[in-house]
């Protein structure tokens, strides 16, 4: 089935710097790529996604971007803020309406 | 438009009770996904449901866990004879039930402390 790493599993950077997080998969069939932010106590909170069909997506300060040859997709934050702090979660799913797999998490903080 | 709604926020119970978690989908959403999140971990998939159909059900484990999700009403995720292990956020998702929508909504969770 499914595996999904994700590095680092923290990251410290200064508020107005980018974070990268890097997530890559093992199933070549994965064609679905959520990034969801989890604050603390709350649901995750879906903030970006890409399909396998795109190579880059963007909104705002917040990236993605995915290289299906190397199985590998990063989100990029830029101009990091203390509200960006929360733990993000990269996931993969192979085809609509199933389950996602998820990777460890990544703790975001941003230092004012 | 309300999002997922889940029921109770925090639930306490004793080894052997028996623990219900609710779950009410996003207006107009029809697939419903139930995950178990440990602390420090990520989310691990429970099971998938439409509709008074299990559609997938390969992250449940056996024995003493099941999930329903009626015409009329949330989706339950009962787990019967709890033990400590089950200490957890179980979360629900919820999605759309159209070809091009791959996107999934989650609720704030339910956090089960057995004591």
């Known amino acids: 089935g499914e595996n999904v790493e994700q590095h680092p599993s923290t990251l410290s950077v200064q508020e107005g710097d980018s974070a990268v997080i890097k997530c890559t998969y093992s199933?070549?069939?994965?064609?679905?790529f959520p990034w969801y932010k989890q604050e603390l106590g709350k649901g995750p909170q879906l903030i970006i996604d890409?399909?396998?069909?795109?190579g880059e997506k963007k909104d705002q300060r917040i990236a993605v971007t995915l290289n299906k040859t190397a199985k590998h997709f990063s989100l990029h934050i830029t101009e990091t803020q203390p509200e960006d702090s929360a733990v993000y979660f990269c996931a993969a799913s192979s085809y609509r309406g199933q389950n996602f797999v998820f990777g460890p998490g990544t703790r975001l903080s941003v230092l004012p | 438009n309300a999002g997922v709604m889940q029921n109770p926020r925090h639930l306490v119970r004793r080894r052997g009770q028996e623990a219900r978690l609710r779950c009410s989908p996003m207006?107009?959403?029809?697939?419903v996904y139930w995950y178990r999140q440990l602390p420090e971990e990520g989310l691990k998939f429970m099971v998938y449901l439409q509709k008074e159909n299990i559609i997938d059900e390969s992250g449940m484990p056996k024995e003493r866990f099941s999930a329903e999700f009626p015409k009329e009403g949330p989706s339950i995720l009962r787990i019967q004879q709890v033990v400590r292990g089950d200490s957890a956020a179980y979360f629900c998702a919820s999605s759309p039930a159209t070809r091009s929508s791959y996107e999934q909504y989650f609720g704030p969770g339910t956090r089960l402390t057995v004591t």
């Open positions: 199933d070549s069939a994965s064609n679905y």
């Open positions: 890409i399909r396998s069909n795109v």
């Open positions: 207006k107009g959403h029809s697939h």
